[in-house]
């Protein structure tokens, strides 16, 4: 009986404690809180506003190093929505504070600022168009400048010189990010007029979703122009429509390739049952750059492609950390794939960047006067469920000839200058896409 009560007396004392390290842990917490040296803010007053941004300074390009050897190629990954916080929460979720994941391999890195010519805050439209043209533009155009001037845009350019290129995407291929590497509209939601242009260009390649934009509403698609692209696109193209004929494609036939494995964007929750037809996004750039290969042995300088893991923003639109760890776990297979080919062939330059980040993610301590412990909580906060992109900076990892230029403070246009410094384009040898 003794020794029961000793042993409990014991337990009490530790279990006090315990307790009392906790209560005196968090009343120093909060008196801290309590006494910082400036009022706390109220709910209302969380949230500040200044009218406009002071617009005091033009923009300044970089300046550039030569790099000391040219690329041959270049991948180009964009993951739309994406920055430090979501690599983070990837990072921290799947292995850890002290894990490391693919773009934590790069030996270069900096940060991106990515308003556009009329926003503090861009869409993906006008960004990627500065990544493609090396111009800012106006939210939602796609390669036109603010006064709507058509931009040449990197594809056509290094088409000119010898290049080929393929564009890859999760989304439907006739979105924001796809689009304005080939497109010239005012309006990312012009769908008709960005599929009809993708289908008269020399990209080489189209791999993504969005069956339904290239067919007309009266044959179940969203074309308001009556006119069946689809059945066009397989006059002119090889038209590819699951995984596996993907897989089965000899990459020696002739031809420039579409490949719309959905009907709207790829891993569609709408269409489970179609999932089992529709690649990865490391599927999609392998099969690119091995299709890369066909045309460079028959006379192609070398190959641009751009590959955007596009679901990592919706997940930030609608609040979802689940979504979001599916959408960069894709993401971040591809950039691991592409880091890889990129060791083994030293003429690729590998770039991974964002158009902006989506939904305000925080990584925040569970208990807000405790940061010990393992315990963490996501949050977004730009909106309940409908969230919004914001104005903060972006990251870039860069591997490969010409990577030494990604470091540092970047604009958004500079990406294109630099992708361009990387390559050889002083010939205008003309297309090799007969």
Same mark, same amino acid.
């Given at each position: 009986?003794?020794?029961?009560?000793?042993?409990? +007396?014991?337990?009490?004392?530790?279990?006090?404690?315990?307790?009392?390290?906790?209560?005196?842990?968090?009343?120093?917490?909060?008196?801290?809180?309590?006494?910082?040296?400036?009022?706390?803010?109220?709910?209302?007053?969380?949230?500040?506003?200044?009218?406009?941004?002071?617009?005091?300074?033009?923009?300044?390009?970089?300046?550039?190093?030569?790099?000391?050897? /040219?690329?041959?190629?270049?991948?180009?990954?964009?993951?739309?929505?994406?920055?430090?916080?979501?690599?983070?929460?990837?990072?921290?979720?799947?292995? +850890?504070?002290?894990?490391?994941?693919?773009?934590?391999?790069?030996?270069?890195?900096?940060?991106?600022?990515?308003?556009?010519?009329?926003?503090?805050?861009?869409?993906?439209?006008?960004?990627?168009?500065?990544?493609?043209?090396?111009? /800012?533009?106006?939210?939602?155009?796609?390669?036109?400048?603010?006064?709507?001037?058509?931009?040449?845009?990197?594809?056509?350019?290094?088409?000119?010189?010898?290049?080929?290129?393929?564009?890859?995407?999760?989304?439907?291929?006739?979105?924001?990010?796809?689009?304005?590497?080939?497109?010239?509209?005012?309006?990312?939601? /012009?769908?008709?007029?960005?599929?009809?242009?993708?289908?008269?260009?020399?990209?080489?390649?189209?791999?993504?979703?969005?069956?339904?934009?290239?067919?007309?509403?009266?044959?179940?698609?969203?074309?308001?122009?009556?006119?069946?692209?689809?059945?066009?696109?397989?006059?002119?193209?090889?038209?590819?429509?699951? /995984?596996?004929?993907?897989?089965?494609?000899?990459?020696?036939?002739?031809?420039?390739?579409?490949?719309?494995?959905?009907?709207?964007?790829?891993?569609?929750?709408?269409?489970?049952?179609?999932?089992?037809?529709?690649?990865?996004?490391?599927?999609?750039?392998?099969?690119?750059?091995?299709?890369?290969?066909?045309?460079?042995?028959?006379?192609?300088?070398?190959?641009?492609?751009?590959?955007? +893991?596009?679901?990592?923003?919706?997940?930030?639109?609608?609040?979802?950390?689940?979504?979001?760890?599916?959408?960069?776990?894709?993401?971040?297979?591809?950039?691991?794939?592409?880091?890889?080919?990129?060791?083994?062939?030293?003429?690729?330059?590998?770039?991974?960047?964002?158009?902006?980040?989506?939904?305000?993610?925080?990584?925040?301590?569970?208990?807000?006067?405790?940061?010990? +412990?393992?315990?963490?909580?996501?949050?977004?906060?730009?909106?309940?469920?409908?969230?919004?992109?914001?104005?903060?900076?972006?990251?870039?990892?860069?591997?490969?000839?010409?990577?030494?230029?990604?470091?540092?403070?970047?604009?958004?246009?500079?990406?294109?200058?630099?992708?361009?410094?990387?390559?050889?384009?002083?010939?205008?040898?003309?297309?090799?896409?007969?």
């Amino acid at each position: 009986m003794k020794t029961k009560l000793i042993i409990g +007396g014991v337990a009490i004392l530790v279990v006090g404690a315990a307790i009392g390290a906790w209560a005196t842990y968090s009343f120093a917490q909060n008196l801290i809180m309590e006494n910082l040296p400036i009022g706390t803010a109220s709910l209302d007053e969380k949230d500040s506003y200044i009218k406009a941004a002071p617009d005091l300074n033009p923009l300044q390009p970089k300046q550039l190093k030569v790099p000391s050897s /040219k690329a041959k190629n270049v991948i180009l990954l964009i993951g739309d929505g994406m920055s430090i916080s979501q690599i983070s929460a990837y990072r921290l979720i799947n292995g +850890g504070p002290n894990s490391r994941i693919s773009v934590d391999k790069f030996p270069y890195s900096g940060i991106v600022l990515t308003h556009s010519e009329n926003g503090i805050v861009t869409d993906s439209a006008s960004s990627a168009t500065a990544y493609s043209t090396g111009f /800012k533009t106006n939210n939602t155009y796609l390669g036109l400048d603010a006064n709507k001037n058509t931009l040449e845009n990197l594809t056509e350019t290094l088409d000119r010189s010898g290049y080929i290129s393929s564009l890859l995407a999760t989304s439907e291929i006739t979105h924001a990010t796809p689009a304005a590497f080939v497109a010239h509209v005012d309006l990312r939601w /012009k769908t008709d007029e960005i599929s009809s242009q993708m289908v008269n260009s020399n990209i080489v390649t189209f791999l993504g979703g969005g069956r339904h934009f290239f067919l007309p509403e009266e044959m179940g698609g969203k074309r308001e122009d009556g006119r069946n692209l689809l059945q066009e696109v397989s006059d002119s193209h090889v038209l590819l429509k699951t /995984k596996e004929e993907m897989t089965n494609f000899d990459l020696n036939l002739p031809g420039r390739v579409f490949g719309l494995f959905a009907d709207e964007h790829i891993r569609n929750i709408e269409t489970p049952d179609n999932h089992v037809f529709e690649p990865s996004l490391t599927d999609m750039l392998e099969f690119s750059v091995n299709r890369s290969d066909y045309f460079i042995d028959n006379g192609c300088a070398g190959f641009f492609i751009m590959a955007e +893991g596009s679901q990592v923003d919706w997940a930030g639109h609608v609040n979802s950390l689940d979504y979001l760890n599916n959408e960069m776990q894709d993401f971040d297979s591809a950039v691991d794939w592409a880091l890889n080919y990129a060791i083994e062939n030293s003429d690729t330059l590998v770039v991974v960047t964002a158009d902006h980040e989506t939904g305000g993610l925080l990584i925040e301590p569970a208990n807000p006067v405790d940061y010990s +412990g393992d315990k963490v909580k996501f949050s977004f906060n730009t909106a309940v469920g409908r969230g919004t992109h914001t104005g903060v900076p972006v990251p870039v990892y860069a591997y490969g000839p010409g990577a030494e230029n990604f470091t540092g403070t970047l604009d958004n246009t500079d990406i294109y200058r630099a992708i361009l410094a990387s390559l050889e384009t002083d010939s205008n040898s003309g297309s090799c896409i007969n």
